[in-house]
Nanobody, 115 residues
Framework: QVQLVESGGGLVQPGGSLRLSCAAS????????MAWYRQAPGKQRDMVAR???????NYADSAKGRFTISRDNAKNTGYLQMNSLKPEDTAVYYC?????????WGQGTQVTVSS
């Protein structure tokens, strides 16, 4: 069973930065595609960024130019660097791992952008 643990969320002022981490258990992280999603209150969960096992990335339009997804297979960890944060980025952020035909989700980490 794969477990994902997100960390790095918190309260930040507009224009600030945060780096989220997603640590995966097990030894199959390197085989997985990984994505970050977010869900604001009353809204659906939307994909923010995705990185394949080979390192190909894609981003939601709202994240392009501000967010960077990356991974460190040696540490079984994925990251989301978020810069130039805006109040509309406020949400619970979830990481998802896609591997061997299954999806695994973390518990989420709250990001609040407010002055």
């Amino acid at each position: 069973q794969v477990q994902l643990v997100e960390s790095g969320g918190g309260l930040v002022q507009p224009g600030g930065s945060l780096r989220l981490s997603c640590a995966a258990s097990g030894s199959i992280f390197r085989l997985s595609h990984m994505a970050w999603y977010r869900q604001a209150p009353g809204k659906q969960r939307d994909m923010v960024a995705r990185i394949t096992s080979g390192g190909t990335t894609n981003y939601a339009d709202s994240a392009k130019g501000r967010f960077t997804i990356s991974r460190d297979n040696a540490k079984n960890t994925g990251y989301l660097q978020m810069n130039s944060l805006k109040p509309e980025d406020t949400a619970v952020y979830y990481c998802k791992m896609e591997v061997l035909g299954r999806d695994y989700w973390g518990q989420g980490t709250q990001v609040t952008v407010s002055s």
